[in-house]
């Protein structure tokens, strides 16, 4: 399956956004998806991911209560609503597909399909 982010952009301190997952297809079996941030000199952080059989739902603690995830329909295959956004959310978003059911969804490791990051700036 191939990936591509796209949505991010500049925006201030407080304004929200929406990054998009787009999908080259309707992957079936995929266990979870999920999206990840990098800033450079840093190691990749999970974001927010979603157990695709039940639609359950994580978040990294950073984001919790600002960042909504949710899965799309058509090409989309997963939406991240970004609110509140604080200049430490700057960062290249990458979303990311596996379909090994083996360790945790917030793993970096267990993920098998990455697409191309896109870039959020959030100026103070």
């Known amino acids: 399956v191939q990936l591509q982010a796209s949505g991010g952009g500049l925006v201030q301190a407080g304004d929200s956004l929406r990054l998009s997952c787009a999908a080259s297809?309707?992957?079936?079996?995929?266990?979870?998806v999920g999206w990840f941030r990098q800033t450079p000199g840093k190691e990749r952080e999970f974001v927010a991911g979603v157990h695709w059989s039940t639609s359950t739902t994580f978040y990294g603690d950073s984001v919790k209560g600002r960042f909504l995830v949710s899965r799309g329909d058509a090409s989309i295959l997963l939406y991240l609503s970004m609110n509140s956004l604080k200049p430490e959310d700057t960062a290249v978003y990458f979303c990311?597909?596996?379909?090994?059911?083996?360790?945790?969804?917030?793993?970096?490791?267990?993920?098998?399909?990455w697409g191309q990051g896109t870039l959020v700036t959030v100026s103070s």
């Open positions: 297809g309707r992957p079936f079996g995929i266990y979870g």
């Open positions: 990311a597909a596996r379909y090994s059911a083996r360790g945790s969804l917030d793993s970096v490791e267990t993920y098998d399909y």
